[in-house]
Nanobody
Framework: EVQLVESGGGLVQPGGSLRLSCAAS????????MSWVRQAPGKGLEWVSV????????SYVDSVKGRFTISRANARNTLYLQMNSLKPEDTAVYYC??????????????????WGQGTQVTVSS
């Protein structure tokens, strides 16, 4: 059974940092690209970042470029999102998501088949 379990969310002041983790199990983690997706209050899902299966290629939505860093530890089946210089508009539930097909690049939210339960990030003074 595929499981994705996020952790690391919380309340942080503007300008602060958080590191999210996603523990994966039930599938060959090292074979799949992984992403972080967020949902702000009252809004739809927003793709944030993707990392390929080997960790050598990453991409980000423009609003987080230069502030967020996605990474993975394949030996530990864990995905990370380091978030620096946080802004109130980063407030959202953050989900990790698994791409449907191994060694493939996602092109939309329909390309993901498993999602975690989410972790809340609140940026407020």
């Amino acid at each position: 059974e595929v499981q994705l379990v996020e952790s690391g969310g919380g309340l942080v002041q503007p300008g602060g940092s958080l590191r999210l983790s996603c523990a994966a199990s039930g599938f060959p983690f090292r074979s799949y690209a992984m992403s972080w997706v967020r949902q702000a209050p009252g809004k739809g899902l927003e793709w944030v970042s993707v990392i390929d299966s080997g960790g050598g290629s990453t991409s980000y939505v423009d609003s987080v470029k230069g502030r967020f860093t996605i990474s993975r530890a394949n030996a530990r089946n864990t995905l990370y999102l380091q978030m620096n210089s946080l802004k109130p508009e980063d407030t959202a539930v953050y989900y990790c998501a698994k791409v449907k097909r191994p060694y493939s690049d996602p092109h939309g939210l329909e390309d993901y088949d498993y999602w975690g339960q989410g972790t809340q990030v609140t940026v407020s003074s």
